[in-house]
């Protein structure tokens, strides 16, 4: 217990992937199983544990804490579950530190209603920091936050695996993961998720950059365009259904009238789509804001007649029955989910058309239509190339659709962490507001200027700074930029009430003046439209 | 020891906790005849007093940190030596808190109270440990008056330390310190640990090294941070320990040194909140008593009645009176009409 304590503590405060994915291996390699399975399944949400209501957390601290002191420390930490651990007083010899693993069984036995009777035991024998461990883990509340953490890489480091070949064996094999680090650690073999409906590792794509259109043999390569919504993997497999995001999440929940409409036995790819208006696939906008909103409300928003029904546009198929297509050539596997298509009729689901084109010059026109009718840009695939997971090895090329631009102004400069970082740039617009014209943030980014022109522009915000917040720098309201960005989608928390989509700088607008500078209502009419729920 | 009641002539004044008979302050906050001093932290040692009387080391801590010219006239107390302020007698007892640290025991007509200053309860080999001396009243510190603050064993912070060396061999590893006390006790906890290699210092932290080895501390090979992070622009000091004041972190000097990766060392970095933002590897190291060791305090000092200032006095005021104390803020002393 005293590892994962230690090891929760350290990804909580770190983002970093390159310091998380060392520190993650490191535990993983050193903990005994089954706790460093139980470990991962507790960090990566995968743990089946009922939760500790916060009513019963508060009666449990009341049990050894006196209510003004609990009520004073729970004001201190803004968190019942830590000012529990905290608080909690220790028992001078009390028994022997549990175990991860010892921990998570007993409370999975114990139930929800019996997980509060369990704790005082444990508690007494850990340390602080071993106690918050605990009632993070019995509160359902073990993920360390952040960034997704790089579970495939630290599994890959773990054994020289290759990162996409551990992520489907960690899919493919339940906590407490035995057999998955047998199989890394070359004492038993590779972990197969057989007729469960096991999520694997899905093909990426590589994006290109600029307006040039690519140098493709038209005969070799197939086009689609590139939807705007949620990738998605339906496994169906054994008689049983479950919706994944590319990240391996299980979104089953928020989706299931996708899982009810799988009546066939198979593995498919992608892309969610909210629906705008009757049975058209729509995409974007409000409507895939309302799509991402329903994956945090779970099933709870996939009432009939809420504004967003889902459809999957499918494009891929992994498995037909038991049978494992990923070798086969994308053609051959496109033949396949035609046939699937044909034969099972899903309600809720389109099959992504595939896009006749001649040459470079008609890719350029396929992709100038892609704003008018909502979609990303282009997706290219070869042919002949199998479904590869992991790194992306240019089978599969993303050509978005061209970048819009707007001239916004810096308001503040954050300081990259390191000394080879660039630094973050928060741009804003104009809004007319009782005292006159005012900035508003419309975007940070980082990406952009390149190495020189970064620098440049780090020089003038030293030079022109105002105030200073930590690695914050406020900026003279002086310095306009054309911001490069692919769309402006609704943000209800954010001041301008939208925020842009991948922002970019361009370059830096010398001989313009600031007051020249967009307004936010230039952007307001940018906006994707409502869709009919809202 | 029954003497006057201790409110009838210990004041809390404007400047801080006044002795009535000896005419003298206790940590005053600004600069008063007679103060009476418990240790070096900038908010106890403050400058403009005509007369200072302090352990030698607190002395010694004065020279390097206020500015000498027009200074104080000085009397060095040793640990346990009596002397007769005015109707008042005063001595030293080691609190245990950094080098030269004291409480402040004062006794009026058979009346002792013990004025705590700073202090905790765990071995440091840095300073003598605190000495719990029977009083009439303890007027005590409070920083970490709540009981969500339990420090763990330091020895096992180090232990995070070193192991994050091991694990990171590629990055300057900036400890964030307080350049007098803490500085000195993670030096001295490493070497506990077995760490032998030199631990780089800010130029802010030299001369208390040089002064703490002056009065007998073992703290192992140093060297000065700027000399190896001068060089080019990155890539210093990698796998290497540097300890730093915090606001120095983000100085140019950092940005020069292999991919730092900041670390924290303060009683405060038990909770996620105050953890937040501070750097990758928040370290629980105090020198201040924990919730705990203030109640034990209490118990072993013996005193009917608990003062407590610097921190929750609220939380730690229930506390001690629910173990049958009286005991109430210290800024209620002598504040409204005498009880």
Wanted: hydrophobic fraction near 45%; charged fraction near 25%; charge should be positive.
């Amino acid at each position: 217990m005293r590892a994962f304590a230690a090891l929760l503590d350290r990804l909580v405060q770190t983002s970093r992937r390159d310091a998380r994915t060392a520190l993650l291996a490191d535990y993983l390699r050193r903990a005994p199983d089954p706790d460093r399975g139980t470990a991962l399944a507790a960090l990566a949400g995968g743990l089946d544990i009922p939760k500790v209501s916060p009513a019963a957390l508060r009666a449990l601290a009341l049990s050894r804490i006196d209510a003004a002191l609990f009520d004073l420390s729970r004001e201190y930490t803004g968190d019942t579950a830590e000012a529990a651990a905290l608080a909690w007083p220790a028992r001078p010899g009390a028994a022997a530190p549990p175990r991860l693993s010892e921990v998570a069984r007993g409370l999975a036995a114990a139930g929800r209603d019996g997980a509060a009777a369990a704790l005082p035991a444990w508690l007494d024998a850990l340390d602080p920091a071993g106690r918050r461990a605990l009632l993070a883990l019995a509160t359902g509340r073990a993920r360390p936050g952040g960034p997704p953490l790089p579970v495939a890489e630290a599994l890959a480091a773990l054994g020289g695996a290759d990162p996409a070949e551990a992520e489907e064996a960690w899919r493919a094999c339940p906590p407490p993961h035995v057999a998955l680090f047998a199989w890394l650690e070359e004492r038993g073999p590779r972990p197969r998720a057989g007729a469960r409906p096991a999520f694997r590792p899905p093909m990426p794509a590589r994006r290109l950059e600029g307006p040039d259109p690519p140098a493709l043999a038209p005969a070799d390569w197939i086009a689609e365009w590139q939807w705007d919504g949620l990738r998605a993997q339906l496994s169906a497999r054994g008689g049983a259904r479950r919706l994944y995001a590319r990240n391996g999440a299980d979104i089953s929940a928020a989706f299931p009238e996708i899982l009810e409409a799988a009546a066939f036995d198979a593995v498919l790819d992608g892309e969610l789509l909210p629906v705008r208006g009757r049975n058209a696939p729509g995409g974007g906008g409000a409507g895939l804001a309302a799509a991402r909103r329903r994956l945090g409300r779970a099933g709870a928003a996939a009432r009939p007649g809420d504004g967003f029904p889902a459809r999957l546009m499918l494009y891929d198929i992994l498995f037909d029955g038991a049978e494992d297509l990923r070798g086969l050539p994308l053609a051959a596997r496109r033949a396949r989910l035609e046939r699937l298509f044909a034969r099972a009729a899903p309600p809720r689901m389109d099959l992504s058309e595939t896009l006749a084109f001649d040459g470079a010059a008609d890719l350029a026109r396929l992709r100038g239509l892609c704003r008018e009718r909502g979609r990303l840009g282009l997706a290219l695939k070869r042919r002949d190339a199998p479904y590869a997971a992991g790194r992306a090895d240019g089978a599969w090329i993303v050509w978005p659709r061209a970048a819009l631009s707007v001239a916004a102004v810096a308001m503040y400069v954050e300081r990259g962490e390191g000394a080879a970082a660039p630094a973050a740039w928060t741009f804003g617009v104009w809004r007319a507001g009782p005292a006159g014209d005012g900035l508003v943030p419309v975007c940070k980014t980082a990406r952009g200027p390149g190495a020189a022109a970064g620098r440049r522009l780090e020089d003038w915000a030293r030079a022109n700074a105002v105030a200073r917040f930590g690695p914050v720098r406020e900026v003279e309201p002086a310095l306009a930029v054309e911001i490069a960005f692919d769309a402006v989608d609704p943000a209800p928390r954010r001041k301008a009430g939208l925020e842009l989509r991948r922002p970019e700088i361009r370059r830096v607008l010398g001989d313009r003046p600031a007051a020249s500078a967009a307004r936010l209502e230039d952007l307001e009419r940018l906006l994707a439209p409502p869709g009919p729920g809202g | 020891m029954s003497g006057p009641a201790a409110e009838s002539w210990i004041r809390v004044r404007p400047r801080g906790l006044y002795v009535v008979p000896g005419d003298f302050y206790i940590d005053p906050s600004a600069g008063v005849d007679t103060a009476v001093v418990t240790h070096g932290h900038g908010d106890h040692l403050r400058p403009g007093h005509r007369r200072v009387l302090a352990t030698a080391e607190t002395l010694a801590i004065m020279d390097v940190r206020l500015p000498r010219k027009r200074g104080p006239e000085r009397r060095a107390l040793a640990y346990g030596e009596r002397i007769g302020i005015g109707d008042a007698t005063v001595r030293l007892a080691p609190a245990g808190h950094v080098l030269g640290s004291a409480q402040v025991v004062v006794e009026h007509r058979g009346t002792r109270v013990v004025v705590s200053g700073d202090y905790k309860r765990r071995p440091d080999p840095t300073c003598p440990p605190f000495e719990p001396v029977p009083c009439d009243v303890f007027v005590t510190e409070a920083t970490f008056g709540l009981p969500v603050f339990r420090h763990p064993d330091a020895a096992g912070e180090i232990a995070r330390l070193l192991d994050s060396l091991r694990l990171f061999p590629d990055r300057a590893h900036v400890v964030g310190v307080y350049a007098l006390g803490k500085a000195q006790r993670i030096a001295a906890l490493l070497r506990a640990a077995g760490y032998d290699r030199p631990i780089r210092l800010h130029p802010a932290l030299g001369p208390l090294f040089d002064l703490y080895r002056r009065c007998g501390v073992e703290l192992g090979p140093t060297e000065p941070v700027a000399a190896a992070a001068a060089g080019g622009r990155g890539g210093a000091l990698a796998g290497e320990v540097v300890l730093a004041p915090p606001p120095s972190l983000g100085e140019d000097w950092a940005r020069r040194l292999a991919d730092p990766l900041a670390v924290a060392a303060s009683g405060w970095m038990g909770t996620r909140r105050r953890a937040r933002g501070a750097g990758e590897l928040p370290l629980v190291i105090s020198d201040h008593a924990d919730w705990d060791e203030l109640l034990r305090t209490f118990r072993e000092v013996g005193a009917p009645e608990i003062w407590a200032t610097h921190g929750r006095e609220d939380a730690i005021v229930r506390a001690a009176t629910a173990e049958g104390l009286r005991a109430r803020p210290l800024s209620s002393i002598g504040a409204g009409p005498a009880a």
